[in-house]
């Protein structure tokens, strides 16, 4: 059928309407008209496959990846840069205005470069014949992969070696997936792999650690991980040399340990840092979802305590390494009972919290206790735009209102978003 997409919508596709009903094409630019196919059909909606594109946007470009399209992980670089920021920024305001939330200050954008920027990737394996790649779009199919655009350069220079030499270093015999890290000179590199056969691995790092050591002179250390499937922690059962990098950001060196979550975008850490922390001081300051304490060191030069809180035994132990100085701690906890305790023993009201969320966002009882601890600034940093706005209304309802709002491009060519929203108690 032929359709006229309106709008691109979080996900990646863009919407188009046939008979009332909504119909998601990916691949798709707001303005076009395009020739698609109904793949899926839920009563309400449906998704389709787009055919041919019959009137094309003035911000469709040529791909630079060759394969995009057929892989996964991106979903806009058929789109100017400049376009990509524009279509973010509309579904960010759209979904706040969805939640019923008035008064949007202005949405700013922070970019950077917006290839390269990676410092970590998360490759499948293939057995037979070997190969390393993400899958397939929509798909679970494995989609071999020489390069990744995206990707810091070093990575993909050790991903090209990784499928030269992976099945001489019998990564065929017994990994699942590999993970690629570097810091943000390139100057360090670490390797995870995941395997579904976690007996006598050990002989395999002594094999694996010195090949990559002398073709990848980066190389600093491996370690070999079993995956759970019964609480979702991975479990290390083997590793060679470093099990952490320094990642030196906004002239700070961090402690980032293998499995610790750290942001992707090497460019924009430092910008995002000085959005967060400049310019705020006080007494009291509390790093919530705090990891290994990104926000929570710049915070500690202007506040008199910082009270770092993560559930993530791995990046507990960065934490309490990158969080000196008198007065300052590092709880081992998750937020929701962290801020039950700091209720039942009316800990002091904190001047700044600052929440970074993963993906689920803060949900109703955080939001909730937060407006009942009253602090006066409270900065959220959000990569999910529908579990903000959920979040965003509930302490607007407690007396909140939006002071400021960016929007960090972390993740350019695709349809996530990272956005930090400044909150003012009336």
């Known amino acids: 059928m032929r359709l006229r997409i309106e709008k691109a919508v979080y996900g990646g596709s863009g919407l188009a309407r046939a008979d009332g009903k909504a119909i998601f094409v990916p691949l798709s630019l707001p303005g076009e008209e395009v020739e698609a196919a109904i793949v899926t059909d839920k009563g309400g909606f449906a998704t389709a496959e787009l055919q041919s594109v019959i009137e094309r946007s003035p911000a469709r470009i040529d791909p630079s990846c060759p394969y995009f399209g057929r892989c996964g992980g991106c979903h806009y670089q058929h789109a100017s840069y400049t376009s990509q920021i524009e279509m973010k920024i509309a579904i960010l305001r759209e979904s706040l205005e969805r939640a019923h939330i008035a008064d949007i200050p202005a949405i700013t954008p922070v970019i950077a470069a917006p290839f390269g920027y990676r410092n970590r990737i998360r490759l499948h394996v293939r057995k037979n014949p070997f190969s390393l790649g993400y899958k397939v779009r929509n798909s679970h199919d494995h989609l071999p992969v020489d390069t990744c655009p995206i990707a810091a350069p070093l990575l993909q220079r050790a991903l090209q070696v990784l499928n030269r030499d992976g099945a001489l270093l019998n990564l065929d015999q017994f990994a699942t997936e590999v993970e690629l890290f570097t810091d943000a000179t390139e100057s360090s590199l670490l390797l995870s792999l995941w395997t579904d056969r976690p007996q006598g691995v050990g002989p395999l790092c002594d094999k694996i650690a010195p090949v990559l050591g002398r073709v990848l002179p980066e190389f600093q250390g491996i370690d070999i991980l079993a995956a759970s499937h019964r609480n979702g922690v991975d479990r290390s059962i083997a590793h060679r040399g470093a099990e952490m990098l320094r990642y030196s950001v906004a002239n700070r060196t961090y402690r980032v340990s293998l499995n610790s979550f750290f942001q992707v975008n090497r460019f924009l850490i430092d910008s995002m840092i000085a959005i967060v922390s400049s310019g705020e001081t006080g007494a009291i300051a509390w790093d919530l979802y705090a990891g290994v304490g990104l926000f929570s060191v710049p915070l500690a ?126």
């Open 301 to 426: 030069d202007t506040f008199s305590q910082v009270v770092a809180v993560e559930s993530s035994a791995s990046a507990v132990r960065d934490l309490r390494e990158n969080l000196r100085g008198a007065g300052h701690r590092a709880v081992a906890a998750d937020t929701v009972a962290f801020l039950r305790e700091a209720v039942n023993e009316r800990l002091p009201t904190p001047d700044l919290v600052v929440v970074d969320p993963p993906r689920a966002g803060l949900g109703r009882e955080v939001a909730t206790i937060l407006g009942r601890i009253r602090p006066r600034n409270i900065t959220y940093v959000s990569c999910d735009p529908a579990t903000l706005s959920r979040d965003l209304a509930t302490l607007v309802q407690s007396g909140y209102r939006l002071k400021r709002m960016h929007l960090l491009d972390l993740f350019p060519q695709t349809f996530h978003l990272e956005s930090i929203t400044h909150l003012l108690l009336e």
